[in-house]
């Protein structure tokens, strides 16, 4: 395999057997022939996140409502909670108001919720990509809020393994946020894109 992916001289390093259902690990190495320019790599050069004082004193007198949950069929709670709770440094600790619904949530679910709040952020977070479900979900959350005229008055930010910025714009929501994601950086994202319909 590794000869047919273009590796010269390549090593079996380690091998290891997992739950039959999750089948073998090779680690191998081996050589690849291919000479990387570094001026073509696109750089992908991320806003620097606000000072904490000045998020917080932005968002704590304004009582803004948040809904997250892991959405679809999946169960992978652990990164949205990094995002959101306030023992992890999470956008709660601004005085985000966030109604957490829980793992595999529905996107009707999600939007019932936001009107049910007045929330203006929706929170999604999408860790499994069979079948590219990731991209569906976002798409779906995109495309109801628009059919249900919500779409305007809300920020969609979807996160997870394979969500990277480019995608989940391309895919109708304002942001997308990838691994090492921290509360901080979706909050001073947050304060930007809310408050710049006032600076306007
Ligand atoms: C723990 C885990 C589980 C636990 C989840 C427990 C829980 N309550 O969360 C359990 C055992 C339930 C589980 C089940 C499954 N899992 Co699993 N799981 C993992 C594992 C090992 C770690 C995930 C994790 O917690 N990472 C730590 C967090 C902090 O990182 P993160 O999720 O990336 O989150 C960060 C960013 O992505 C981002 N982010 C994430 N969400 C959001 C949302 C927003 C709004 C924002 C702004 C940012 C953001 O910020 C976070 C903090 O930096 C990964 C492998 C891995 N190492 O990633 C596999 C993994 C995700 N699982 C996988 C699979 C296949 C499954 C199962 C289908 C297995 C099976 N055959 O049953 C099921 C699916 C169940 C379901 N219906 O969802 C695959 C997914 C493959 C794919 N690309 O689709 C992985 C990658 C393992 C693998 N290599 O195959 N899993």
């Not at 997992?18 to 680690?27: D, I, Q, R, T």
């Not at 007198?61 to 652990?78: F, K, L, W, Y």
């Not at 929170?123 to 779409?151: D, K, W």
Request: a negative charge; charged letters at 25%; aromatic letters at 4%.
């Amino acid at each position: 395999m590794a000869k047919r992916m273009g590796l010269v001289e390549p090593e079996v390093m380690s091998r290891r057997m997992m739950h039959p259902a999750e089948g073998s690990v090779f680690e191998i190495k081996g050589i690849l022939e291919v000479v990387i320019d570094r001026n073509e790599l696109p750089v992908i050069v991320r806003e620097k996140p606000l000072p904490d004082d000045e998020i917080e004193a932005w968002v704590r007198p304004r009582q803004i409502q948040v809904v997250a949950a892991t959405v679809g069929e999946d169960e992978h709670s652990v990164g949205l909670h990094e995002i959101l709770d306030i023992k992890h440094g999470g956008i709660e600790k601004y005085g985000f108001l966030c109604h957490d619904l829980g793992t595999s949530v529905s996107i009707e679910r999600i939007l019932d919720a936001a009107v049910e709040t007045g929330a203006c952020v929706l929170l999604i977070s999408t860790i499994v990509t069979h079948a590219h479900v990731h991209e569906q979900n976002m798409r779906g959350l995109h495309r109801l809020a628009t059919e249900r005229g919500l779409r305007d008055n809300l920020v969609l930010l979807a996160g997870g393994t394979q969500v990277t910025d480019e995608l989940a714009r391309e895919c109708g929501m304002d942001a997308g946020f990838g691994r090492g994601t921290t509360g901080r950086d979706v909050a001073s994202f947050l304060v930007r894109a809310l408050r710049k319909p006032q600076a306007e």
